[in-house]
């Protein structure tokens, strides 16, 4: 089992950053993958960024130059730093962590919601 717990969402200008960050505990050397999904309003979930507990990193072509993701070697925490901010990227984003427990698990953050607006 893991339980995740995600910060840093918030209220931001188009044009601006925020900081994301997700704390995982209990069997976390099951993890080899963690990343962030965003949901936006009447939407579908997508991937944002993700990385492996190696350090290989892969981002939506959306984020790509402007998101930055980064894990410990541990699998505790996983961050995301999101800069040049655009309305288009408000949503819920959630934290995700997947383990090789019974052939492949899948853990999820509650969200944290960032919303980008003038």
């Known amino acids: 089992q893991v339980q995740l717990v995600e910060s840093g969402g918030g209220l931001v200008h188009p044009g601006g950053s925020l900081g994301l960050s997700c704390a995982a505990s209990g069997n976390i050397f099951s993890i080899y993958a963690m990343g962030w999904y965003r949901q936006a309003p009447g939407k579908q979930r997508e991937l944002v960024a993700r990385?492996?507990?190696?350090?290989?990193?892969d981002y939506a072509d959306s984020v790509k130059g402007r998101f930055t993701i980064s894990g410990d070697n541990a699998r505790s925490t996983v961050s995301l730093q999101m800069n040049d901010l655009e309305p288009e990227d408000t949503a819920v984003y959630y934290c995700?962590?997947?383990?090789?427990?019974?052939?492949?698990?899948?853990?999820w953050g509650k969200g944290t919601l960032v919303t980008v607006s003038s």
């Open positions: 995700n962590a997947r383990s090789l427990e019974d052939y492949g698990t899948d853990y």
């Open positions: 990385v492996t507990h190696t350090g290989s990193a």
